[in-house]
C-alpha cells in the first residue's frame, strides 16, 4: 500500500497535466496490480490470477483512501 501511495503521488502530477482524476484512480490500480504481480506469489493458475486481482484492488483502494486521510483527515464531503 505504501508502496503504490509513494509511486503515484510522485508521479500523478504527470497525469494530471493531461487528464482527469479519474485517470489517476486507473493509474493506482495499474501500479497496484504491477507491484502485486511482480512481489506476491500466487502462481500463474486461474486462482492465483484472480487472488492477484482482488489483492490489486484492494491495495489500490487502500493506498487512495490512505493518502485522503492523511493529508486531510478532518475532510467533510459535501452532500
Do not use: C, H, W
Amino acid at each position: 500500500v505504501t508502496a503504490v501511495a509513494l509511486i503515484v503521488q510522485f508521479t500523478k502530477s504527470l497525469l494530471k497535466k493531461k487528464l482527469d482524476d479519474v485517470y489517476v484512480r486507473v493509474y493506482a490500480l495499474v501500479i497496484s496490480l504491477l507491484l502485486t504481480f511482480i512481489f506476491a506469489g500466487t502462481g500463474y493458475s486461474i486462482d492465483g490470477v484472480v487472488l492477484t486481482v482482488i489483492n490489486a484492488i484492494i491495495v489500490a483502494v487502500a493506498a487512495m483512501g490512505g493518502y485522503e486521510i492523511i493529508t486531510d483527515p478532518k475532510a467533510e464531503k459535501n452532500k
